[in-house]
């Protein structure tokens, strides 16, 4: 982190005023989301707002779906106070998107509070129009350097919008998809927010590094709260919601590194539930079920059938994406 502010200046008062900013933004994130989470708890009980266990899902007792809610407001106040001179366009793009996601996820957890199912066409048409939003914003993968020319390949427009919201969807959806234990894809988004933040570092990029820090505080402040056992659940909210922040810092972040090795940082730093669940996608299929179809076909579903408990299986996966991650900014380190 030094490294880079001393590229920007020498000034020391300005040095402190970054880090302090950095040390700030974090703070606030983690803040709002530990001061203001058992109050809304308290209202999702008051309103059954509750996730009660089926034969799926096997936890005790109903537990508050409120955890996307609360992170959702620890993160955009954060935002929008740290970021107050950010590029206007992508700042309320992200907003609108997120907010559009947010929505249909409360609307998706409150179907499930009352033992019903929510369509999944209203979920992919809000989750498709808000990565467009963000394409529309600024937000996309641009392009890549070629390795043997050194020379920057500029993708088509129309390839540009494919890539970008394949990955923002698709980053969406994993993470979701993942959000079945306690804990668990909260510190999976911990650790790749984490991994975000160090290639941020690396690549000098302080937006992505300040974006990065605000994720993993709202997501550190839930986990107080979503360690097994669990008195709080993300729900569909903050599962597709931190899916969706953590698709944007990647495009806005790592993948405008533009070599090979930057492109595979953030795959590797979701490399958990990007590759479990494109192997859930394909044993779906070849059974001929509906590729939506809820089940326990995700690795810690697998896991728990092979007798592990849930804080063995949360430290093994976790060990495994930390792995990735450690892998991925070794890489990085390499190449500079």
Known sequence: ??????????????LRRILMKYLLA????????FILMPILMKLAFK?????????????????????GITMFIGFFLSYFIVFHNYNFDE???????????????????????????????????????AAVIVFKSGISFEGFKNPFTDEYITLSPIAQFVLTITWIFGVTTVINWSDGMDGLAGGLSFISAMTFAATAIILGQPASLLFSLIT????????????????VFMGDSGANF??????????????????ILSLMIPILALAVPI????????????EGKPIYQADRSQIHYRLQAKGLNTNQIVTFISIISLTCSVISI?????KF
Do not use: W
């Open 275 to 286: 590759f479990d669940n494109i192997f859930v996608i394909f044993k779906r299929f070849s």
């Open 91 to 129: 700042k309320y793009g992200i907003f609108i998107g997120a907010l559009l996601i947010l929505i249909i996820g409360v609307v998706d957890d409150y179907y499930k509070s009352i033992g019903k199912e929510f369509g999944i066409t209203p979920r992919l048409i809000i989750q498709l129009l």
């Open 47 to 67: 309103y059954n707002f509750t996730d009660k266990p089926t034969k799926r899902k096997k936890h005790k007792g109903e537990t508050p779906l409120c955890g």
């Open 242 to 259: 931190l899916g969706f922040i953590l698709s944007i810092i990647a495009l806005d972040g790592a993948f405008k590194g533009a070599t």
């Open 216 to 231: 993993a505080g709202v997501v550190l402040g839930f986990l107080f709260y979503n360690r097994y056992p669990a008195k």
């Open 1 to 14: 982190m030094l490294i880079i502010i001393h590229d920007i200046t020498h000034n020391d008062k300005f």
């Open 330 to 334: 070794l890489l990085l380190l390499i």
């Open 26 to 33: 974090t703070i606030i994130a983690f803040s709002i989301v």
